[in-house]
């Protein structure tokens, strides 16, 4: 829990910066095409963040180099053989840059299409940046370090928020910021290498690849999300723009609780497990309690909160009342979703931690193949609205599947009934004390108050594990 609170909090300061950047971003660009066009050209890279940083390069690079009797020589066989692989992928972009229209915005127009040909030409080379920067971070993981490793993503904020503010530099200052922000964040997080001696090496790859594939399969086909969800609302925009950015847009705040809890917790248990497997079932019973604990408050409260959270943060400039609308309610269709990506997450990463890699890939398989046929069906239909509740469907269906693949049933607890409460109540409060006033700021002071009200009830229906906290901590 101690580490598991340590990760979110540095992931926290990592995305009110990301806020900060994303305000600036909503008031220069709107939901223009032209940031329809850097939404998609920056796509590619986060697809592989994903698979790099947050899935198949993790759940199988910290059990094997935890227990690697030469982490030396098989550090060097990771990064000899994936460098240069992705390299290869780098030069192919940067001379095909088409691949990327093809993939997530097909359904764009003309202009909007040469735009993101330029733009990915610039922001193809972060990949190579990212894909070292996870392999720093796993090093780090492995050895209990998380606050520092989590926090190095405030850099690229950081770097984009100052390009964007440089005048006259448009799209191109975000997207240029986007890739200096990213060498950046992997120079920050570099100093781990300095403790391995690295040569030119493949001596470990196949066995690093044995647990590799499934893992990179697995988060591939969880991408293919990404792709047809981008693909259909280009579709319905019919070229003119908009669709992308309000996914986009919502996502951020979708992610923010996500990314501060639901990863967070997924990797600490990636760890925990890794080291103590006879522990399982004690450890993933715990993690989904923490992972509930967080994430339905916070989806309750975004569901409370969604107008008006939307309008403080990006209702200036370019960015309208009527983008604040379509923009909550394509919110509200991805957080039904949050408290069950949040416990798929973490149970895909317990079975990780046992080299279970077959049964993650399962379901994401069957998650990607729901939303798919749930985009075909609503999304088409709804736009942004139908492809984010396409996406909260599939991850439903994809965590009842690993529940139902556990031998152990009683992964639940009574506590996680007192949260459900506890958020409810916190939800029915809350939404009457932000109805006072109809002033932008209130939503500030409404926020606290939910937190407020939420910790309390937590306080008393919790009451026995907070003592058992504060009994460990002294």
Not at 274 to 284: A, E, G, P
Not at 287 to 297: D, E, N, Q
Not at 356 to 380: E, H, Q, Y
Request: glycine residues 6%; hydrophobic residues 50%.
């Amino acid at each position: 829990m101690l580490s598991s609170l340590a990760f979110a909090i540095a992931t926290f300061l990592s995305r009110v910066l990301g806020l900060v950047r994303d305000m600036l971003m909503a008031s220069k660009f709107g939901t223009s095409w032209q940031a329809d066009a850097y939404f998609v050209a920056i796509l590619f890279p986060f697809f592989l963040r994903r698979v790099f940083g947050e899935g198949a390069m993790t759940s199988a690079f910290v059990p094997l180099y935890s227990e690697s009797e030469d982490k030396d020589e098989f550090l060097s066989s990771v990064l000899t053989s994936f460098t240069v692989v992705l390299a290869i992928i780098v030069l192919v972009v940067v001379i095909f840059p088409d691949i990327v229209i093809y993939l997530f915005s097909s359904g764009a127009a003309p202009q909007t299409k040469e735009l993101i040909r330029t733009l990915t030409r610039i922001t193809a080379p972060s990949i190579l940046f990212i894909f070292w920067w996870a392999i720093t971070y796993s090093i780090e993981n492995t050895r209990g370090k998380f606050f520092y490793p989590a926090l190095t993503p405030i850099i690229p904020n950081i770097v984009i928020i100052v390009f964007m503010l440089i005048p006259g530099s448009g799209i191109y200052g975000p997207t240029w910021g986007f890739l200096i922000g990213e060498v950046a964040a992997f120079l920050a997080l570099a100093y781990p290498l300095k403790r391995h001696k690295l040569r030119f090496t493949f001596r470990y790859t196949r066995d690093f690849l044995r647990l590799f594939w499934p893992s990179f399969l697995a988060m591939s086909i969880s991408q293919i999300n990404s792709i047809v969800d981008t693909n259909v609302v280009s579709y319905y925009s019919k070229g003119l723009g908009g669709g992308v950015s309000y996914l986009q847009y919502a996502s951020r705040f979708y992610m923010l609780p996500y990314g501060l809890f639901g990863v967070a917790v997924a990797t600490v248990i990636l760890s925990t497990i890794s080291n103590d497997r006879q522990n399982y079932s004690r450890h993933l019973r715990s993690g989904i309690t923490s992972t509930l604990f967080f994430t339905v408050p916070a989806a309750v409260g975004l569901l409370v909160l969604d107008e008006p959270i939307l309008r403080l943060f990006y209702e200036y400039g370019r960015f309208t009342a009527k983008d604040t609308r379509i923009t909550a309610q394509v919110l509200n269709a991805y957080v039904v979703g949050l408290p069950f990506y949040g416990m798929y997450s973490t149970m895909a990463r317990a079975r990780h931690a046992m080299k279970d890699m077959k049964t993650p890939l399962k379901a994401t398989t069957i998650v990607a193949l729901t939303n798919v046929v749930m985009d075909l069906l609503v999304g088409l239909k709804y736009g942004p609205v139908g492809v984010a509740l396409a996406t909260s469907v599939a991850g439903i269906i994809g965590f009842l599947y690993l529940l139902a693949k556990e031998e152990n049933k009683k992964l639940f607890e009574k506590d996680d009934l007192y949260i459900i409460l506890s958020s409810l109540l916190m939800g029915i409060s809350t939404y009457y004390f932000s109805s006072i006033s109809q002033r932008r700021i209130w939503v500030i002071p409404s926020t606290i108050f939910g937190a407020l009200v939420y910790l309390l009830f937590s306080a008393i229906f919790l009451r026995h594990r907070l003592k058992d906290f504060l009994k460990r901590r002294t």
